[in-house]
């Protein structure tokens, strides 16, 4: 199973080959919890919109298309590929260039390639949706860099049996142009 789900990875990663104009940036995280371990790769198309812009901070957001890797080191581990599609709402200071905070918000949908990771990880199904909350910092001349910090609970939201769900801290490097 696990180099199925390496070779899906790759596969996914291969396909999703687009435009440079329909893509904004790319992003690698890899982070885990609870005896599995993430990676994920995937690309970023930032809105045109900006809410709340009154003050010094505003809300704008992107699109972000990921795949990713799960391994589990529990019992009865296994591998898993991980297809997830995200709107991401981001709050922001105004000003561009240098250090600049931010935190993220959202509810990603996945797609995994199993629904059992080990015998304390049965997600039940093998969609799922994952409430996401991140901070970070931007930085560079363009703000083109960001590294945040993310954490997401996988789950179906009981819609069957069982729902163990998973938790995931990440750590992104993302590069914007």
């Given at each position: 199973m696990r180099h199925s789900?390496?070779?899906?990875?790759?596969?996914?990663?291969?396909?999703a080959a687009t435009p440079a104009g329909a893509v904004d940036g790319y992003v690698v995280a890899?982070?885990?919890?609870?005896?599995?371990?993430?990676?994920?790769?995937?690309?970023?198309?930032?809105?045109?919109?900006?809410?709340?812009?009154?003050?010094h901070w505003h809300m704008t957001g992107y699109w972000e298309g990921t795949l990713g890797y799960l391994n589990s080191d529990g019992h009865n581990?296994?591998?898993?590929?991980?297809?997830?599609?995200?709107?991401?709402?981001?709050?922001?200071?105004?000003a561009m260039g240098g250090a600049q905070p931010y935190w993220d918000l959202a509810l990603s949908l996945h797609l995994l390639s199993t629904r059992k990771l080990d015998d304390r990880h049965d997600l039940g199904s093998a969609l799922q949706v994952?409430?996401?909350?991140?901070?970070?910092?931007?930085?560079?001349?363009?703000?083109q860099y960001d590294l945040g910090y993310r954490f997401q609970h996988l789950t179906n939201l009981g819609l069957k049996e069982p729902d163990d769900g998973l938790n995931l801290?990440?750590?992104?490097?993302?590069?914007?142009?």
């Open positions: 789900a390496i070779a899906f990875l790759f596969a996914g990663l291969a396909a890899v982070g885990g919890a609870d005896d599995t371990q993430s990676l994920r790769v995937g690309m970023i198309r930032q809105w045109n919109d900006q809410w709340f812009n009154e003050g581990g296994k591998s898993a590929a991980d297809a997830s599609f995200a709107p991401v709402f981001r709050l922001r200071p105004n994952a409430p996401l909350v991140g901070l970070g910092v931007t930085f560079g001349g363009k703000s801290h990440q750590v992104r490097l993302t590069y914007l142009y």
